[in-house]
């Protein structure tokens, strides 16, 4: 009997690891982050929205590894008509204006990449004169936890 106790045990230790994991087990660490909202219009001629779609398919590998230098964690890009929208995910202690300097900095096609985008670009009603893309205000959230 005693035997069979001992096995019983032994199945019981190793199933039961599976089922309870170790309280000593650890837990994925969740990097606090926060998002900003931009806004820009892509210029009005049919073309030239092709040409900047088409570049964002095949956006440069050097701009992304920029992207990855400076410590972004997400850029999102959503369109609608000529009107875009970036959302971007940075962690909660960086400078989202001294990332994008590091981004910038990091090659010089990623400088390039910028310059190329920039003629598809015009500001939206009420930014100031050369301004092109300009950060939107959060005015309502729902979050269900």
Not at 39 to 45: I, S
Not at 51 to 79: N, S, T
Request: aromatic fraction near 14%.
């Amino acid at each position: 009997m005693m035997k069979f106790c001992s096995c019983s045990m032994l199945y019981f230790l190793v199933i039961s690891s599976f089922i309870y994991p170790s309280c000593n087990e650890k837990k994925p660490v969740v990097e606090e982050t926060k998002t900003f909202v931009f806004v820009v219009n892509l210029v009005n001629d049919e073309q030239k929205v092709k040409e900047y779609l088409a570049h964002h398919q095949k956006v440069w590998p050097e701009v992304e590894a920029g992207f990855r230098k400076a410590g972004y964690k997400k850029i999102d890009l959503y369109l609608f008509n000529r009107s875009l929208v970036m959302i971007v995910t940075i962690p909660k202690n960086a400078d989202i204006d001294s990332m994008g300097k590091i981004a910038e900095g990091y090659n010089i096609k990623c400088r390039e990449w910028n310059q190329m985008m920039d003629q598809y670009q015009v500001g939206v009603p009420g930014t100031l004169d050369g301004q092109k893309w300009v950060q939107t205000e959060r005015i309502y959230s729902f979050k269900n936890e």
